[in-house]
């Protein structure tokens, strides 16, 4: 290395990591944090296996949509549609009962299957979720560089 590039290397690379652990630490501090509603806190009390009585129980007021629907269940927050290809690589499609709740910012499904015991769940925002305006996206946004 030349004797003037390690100089200056050794001048300014602290600060240039400093500065960079503290965009780190600003972004960190004021990017969205997205606090459970009501609706997704009740939802996780629901156990794999719970009743559709105690179900109900636990979220209140009676679901908003109900609908059958024939699919695969993946994991405890994945159920896949028959008309799914991927659905094929986990076993023989089945009857289940889709139980809906929706909230203002976040909608809620519970899905039963025919014994009425619950076998998935998940939760999705209704609208966007709020954004930080410190996001790097935000940020690069402001200045105009995207």
């Not at 240039?16 to 969205?32: D, E, G, T």
């Not at 699919?71 to 549609?81: C, K, P, Q, R």
């Not at 609208?127 to 995207?146: D, H, K, W």
Request: charged fraction near 20%.
């Amino acid at each position: 290395m030349h004797p003037s590039f390690k100089k200056l290397l050794i001048l300014f690379g602290p600060s240039v990591l400093f500065l960079l652990l503290m965009i780190m630490l600003v972004y960190n501090k004021h990017s969205a944090q997205h606090e459970p509603t009501s609706l997704e806190i009740k939802m996780a009390q629901i156990r794999l296996g719970t009743s559709v009585k105690d179900a109900d129980a636990i979220i209140g007021p009676p679901p908003d949509l109900t609908k059958e629907s024939r699919g695969v269940i993946v994991n405890s927050t994945l159920m896949l549609d028959e008309s799914n290809p991927k659905s094929a690589g986990y076993g023989p499609p089945q009857d289940y009962t889709l139980r809906t709740w929706k909230g203002e910012e976040v909608s809620v499904t519970v899905v039963f299957d025919l014994d009425e015991k619950s076998v998935c769940h998940w939760s999705w925002w209704n609208n966007q979720p709020p954004q930080s305006l410190y996001g790097p996206y935000r940020v690069f946004e402001r200045i105009g560089l995207f």
